[in-house]
């Protein structure tokens, strides 16, 4: 007798465990996510404009005289993000990210960082959002995502960047930069 109950207990689990296999089947939570990110920051040093110029980055603003440190310098983004650091293969790009970094420092080289990722892996699929401030020298930066919309709705987290690499192409420095990006949904 008592086995026969434990048994229907235990059918009965099974059964529940089942259906919720069936009813709660949800996508999982974005976790972490690794990516690459070019920037093409326009070059103001040219006297012309480059006319073979694809900047992803240029200067929107600047204060009424040059400061130290460039205080007051603000540029508008709008950079691809990808699987693996080249876009030659369309399959390996993700979205972009699209914002504002200014240089926000008066006794260093400091950025401050507005932006707005659109991703798309083909299985997470949205936006989140990157707050932060980083001394523009250091090798790894971190900042906070304070958000998102689609699968990354609620999300929160942090996003490690370093830089790559950067190389010179027609007077343009293109700049690889690795993210690594935590979040807790
Ligand atoms: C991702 O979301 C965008 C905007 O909602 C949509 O246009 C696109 O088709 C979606 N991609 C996938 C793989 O579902
Ligand atoms: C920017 O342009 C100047 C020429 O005006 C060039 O000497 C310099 O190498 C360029 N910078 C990069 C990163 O290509």
Redesign the pocket.
């Known amino acids: 007798m008592a086995i026969s109950k434990h048994c229907k207990g235990s059918l009965l689990l099974l059964l529940l465990l089942l259906l919720c296999n069936i009813a709660c089947a949800k996508k999982s939570k974005p976790k972490q996510l690794h990516f690459y990110m070019l920037v093409i920051p326009q070059n103001i040093s040219m006297l012309l404009d480059n006319p073979n110029a694809h900047y992803t980055a240029v200067r929107s603003g600047a204060p009424a005289t040059p400061q130290s440190f460039s205080f007051g310098v603000l540029n508008t983004f709008d950079n691809p993000i990808s699987k693996i650091p080249s876009l030659h293969n369309p399959a390996d790009i993700l979205g972009r990210v699209q914002g504002w970094y200014g240089d926000c420092g008066q006794d260093q080289l400091t950025l401050c960082l507005a932006q707005t990722f659109t991703y798309?892996d083909?299985y997470f699929?949205?936006t989140f959002s990157l707050v932060g401030v980083g001394i523009a020298t250091a090798t790894l930066k971190e900042a906070a995502i304070v958000g998102g919309t689609?699968d990354f709705a609620f999300c929160r987290g942090v996003a490690a960047q370093h830089r790559i690499s950067s190389v010179s192409i027609n007077f343009e420095e293109n700049a690889w930069f690795q993210y690594t990006v935590t979040l807790k949904c």
């Open positions: 798309d083909g699929n949205g689609g």
